[in-house]
């Protein structure tokens, strides 16, 4: 199962982005074989419809569950529809580490 | 004037009370249906309009096979309204059917929604997209600690913790009384010293 993390930065050190369409970089993470791969994202900067678009390249990786600070209006019916797990954690101190941590319990 | 006055009070008071939002927890996929034959495109007629409300009804009715009393619970309206509903949405089946119209789905008061869940040892809220099946631990940490996180009960509590006191004051002398709802504390005097009351810890 791949679940997807907001970063802010592009290593394990750096920490969880609170918005979810423009935050920096999204980290998929496999539970299965371990493997974590960074994404930078390409809505950063956009001006409108960064939700749908970053909703969209998460899809194409497959992930199952996304874990972020907040998730905006248009997103919500987005993700129910395609059954992806949303998970706010409204502690932007944790680390990307941290939440594979959690993740492998 | 007086009476363009009274005519708004009616008005006012007559108006139909607001209309609950209805939970819908599984989009159509589609948008609607178009009708096809020689005489489905021969005069333009006015596509029927499906409500997500009207949808959903259907949907757990005659696919999920709830009863309604179930059915009006899982979209949080009352039995009545939801059989109601389900009335409206056959009705316009049957049209769309007999007249040949097309269908569209859209609008109604809707929100739509999967249930919420908190846990409370690494302190992330999570939702449910399967819906047959309850979450039975946390998806980021695994504990067992979990439960439902009831949105509107939550918020009710701080508004109760911010809001002010259920009790007036005399601001000169101190001498406090219960307050009288829909009745002004300025319009009570103090017995004691005559001076209009005021509310104890006014926070607005």
């Known amino acids: 199962m791949k679940v997807a993390i907001t970063s802010t930065g592009n290593s394990l050190e750096s920490k969880i982005d609170k918005r979810f369409g423009r935050c920096s970089f999204f980290v998929i993470y496999d539970t299965e074989t371990k493997s974590v791969e960074f994404i930078p994202n390409p809505n950063k900067d956009a001006e409108e419809g960064a ?47 941290d939440i594979i941590d959690y993740l492998n319990h | 004037m007086f009476i363009i006055f009274v005519v708004n009070k009616c008005l006012i008071k007559m108006s139909p009370r607001i209309k609950r939002n209805r939970k819908v927890l599984n989009l159509p996929l589609i948008k609607g249906f178009k009708p096809y034959g020689p005489e489905s495109g021969s005069d333009k007629k006015e596509p029927v309009i499906l409500l997500y409300e009207e949808y959903e009804a259907l949907r757990l009715c005659d696919y999920d096979m709830c009863n309604h009393l179930e059915a009006s619970a899982i979209m949080n309206i009352s039995r009545p309204t939801y059989t109601r509903i389900y009335a409206a949405v056959r009705q316009k089946i049957a049209k769309a059917f007999v007249e040949g119209r097309q269908i569209v789905i859209e609008g109604g008061k809707v929100y739509f929604d999967s249930d919420w869940y908190h846990c409370e040892s690494c ?43 259920n009790v007036c004051i005399c601001p000169e002398c101190g001498y406090e009384q219960e307050h009288l709802r829909a009745r002004p504390c300025n319009s009570d005097i103090c017995p004691e010293c005559n001076t209009p009351m005021v509310r104890k810890n006014n926070n607005k």
Request: net charge negative.
């Open chain 1, 51 to 97: 939700g749908p678009a970053s909703v969209q390249l998460v899809a194409t990786r497959k992930a199952d569950k996304i874990v972020s600070g907040e998730f905006g209006l248009k997103i919500k019916p987005l993700l129910d529809s395609l059954k992806i797990q949303m998970i706010v954690l409204k502690e932007p101190e944790r680390t990307v580490s």
């Open chain 2, 123 to 165: 302190g992330c809220y999570a939702n449910n997209p399967d819906k047959e099946k309850s979450l039975g631990n946390c998806p980021l940490c695994g504990s067992l600690n979990i439960h439902e996180y009831d949105y509107d009960n939550e918020n009710n509590l701080t508004d109760a913790e911010e809001s002010c006191d």
